[in-house]
């Protein structure tokens, strides 16, 4: 049976956020930022489309500020309007760290105010990606087929590996390992284990014992694993 449009929106929604999760993995330390970017009165916005316009000259003025001392630019950014609570456009970016940011970041926004916050205060990169995304799962997009964010150009591609294994393995992550996830499904097929941990360095993860008789998929973006 084909899925209805709105089933297979919600499976779009749901990998979005798993995307942007892998991809933060991927880029992104606990050490580097959150940044909120939001409006004053006297400067708000009379619609996305200037929101996005006024974030993008923010960027390219903050990467001249970096290149200029020797700095690289990594970032992902969402433009937010509406929630289930109503809201106001703002901005969420998550911004690679260089030691003395707060200051050049509040010069640069002249729209209103920054807030800045240390990516190690979020419990693991699922509840971030969840949260960077969570508009369009609330009140749907501001425009159908319209990305959930946006993000710079070089930045690292998680690799997806799937492979067969036999009955006789079981499941285990590598040595020195974060385990993020781990939990038992059972359905009508059989006994599987699911299991998500985090490298705490970017050195290629040493495979681990797989879980019997199925298909694993081992989603590795130097990191964040799930297995």
């Known amino acids: 049976a084909q899925m209805s449009s709105a089933a297979q929106e919600r499976v779009n929604l749901r990998r979005a956020w798993q995307k942007l999760e892998m991809i933060l993995a991927a880029n992104f330390g606990r050490r580097d930022l959150h940044v909120i970017a939001t409006y004053d009165e006297a400067h708000l916005p009379p619609n996305r489309a200037e929101a ?7 960027i390219k003025q903050l990467r001249a500020h970096r290149r200029a001392r020797g700095q690289p630019t990594r970032y992902v950014y969402v433009t937010e309007q509406l929630s289930a609570e109503g809201g106001r456009l703002h901005h969420h970016m998550v911004l690679n760290g260089t030691g003395d940011d707060l200051e050049v970041l509040r010069s640069l926004w002249v729209w209103g105010q920054i807030e800045v916050e240390r990516l190690d205060l979020w419990q693991g990169y699922e509840a971030l990606a969840k949260y960077l995304t969570k508009e369009p799962r609330e009140v749907g997009r501001p425009e159908p087929g319209a990305r959930s964010w946006s993000a710079s150009l070089g930045l690292n591609k998680p690799r997806t590996e799937s492979e067969s294994v036999p009955d006789t393995v079981t499941i285990a992550a590598p040595p020195g ?7 038992e499904e059972h359905n ?3 006994d599987y284990l699911y299991l998500k941990y985090l490298m705490p360095d970017k050195k290629e993860e040493r495979k681990g014992a797989r879980p019997p008789r ?11 694993v799930r297995t």
């Open 177 to 183: 390992a974060i385990i993020l996830d781990r939990r």
């Open 214 to 224: 199925k298909k694993r998929t081992t989603e590795q973006p130097s990191r964040l």
């Open 52 to 58: 996005v316009k006024r974030m993008r000259k923010f």
């Open 188 to 190: 009508e097929w059989g």
